[in-house]
């Protein structure tokens, strides 16, 4: 097995950790809005395994890479005292770190093979 199978493998473990975690963390909520984002959010991360196995492209990396960006930002966001979403700071707990660490391993993960599949390309040609 080369290299690049290794970080397919890596970044389909960790977007199916990260909405797991999420879908596990938004189903006892009893906010109705919170709960839909981390339970659709982490459904959407855990299918997302089946774009990065069976490597469907570049497009689908991208919006892979957007989607958890986009978890990142909102996480980070929520945590900022006064910020203009819950208009009070988050709490950083250890599942939050958690799951950020795993989303944060997916996007460096699929830009790693993002490069490595555009090198190939160019020594290809």
């Known amino acids: 097995m080369t290299a690049i199978n290794y970080l397919f493998y ?4 960790t977007t199916a950790i990260a909405g797991i975690i999420h879908v596990i963390l938004g189903i006892p909520s009893t906010n109705p809005n919170s709960q839909i984002l981390f339970v659709v959010g ?6 997302w395994v089946v774009p990065m ?3 469907w492209g570049t497009p689908w990396y991208g919006i892979g890479i957007a989607g ?9 966001i929520t945590r900022i005292p006064e910020n203009f979403i819950t208009g009070r700071g988050g709490r950083i707990t250890d599942n939050g770190i958690l799951t950020e660490t795993f989303q944060i391993a997916f996007v460096v993960l699929v830009i790693t093979i993002l490069v490595m599949e555009k090198r190939k390309l160019k020594t290809s040609l």
């Open 53 to 55: 196995i069976r490597r």
């Open 10 to 13: 890596a970044a389909a473990a």
């Open 42 to 47: 982490g459904l959407a991360q855990i299918f």
């Open 68 to 76: 958890t960006i986009a978890f990142i930002a909102i996480w980070v």
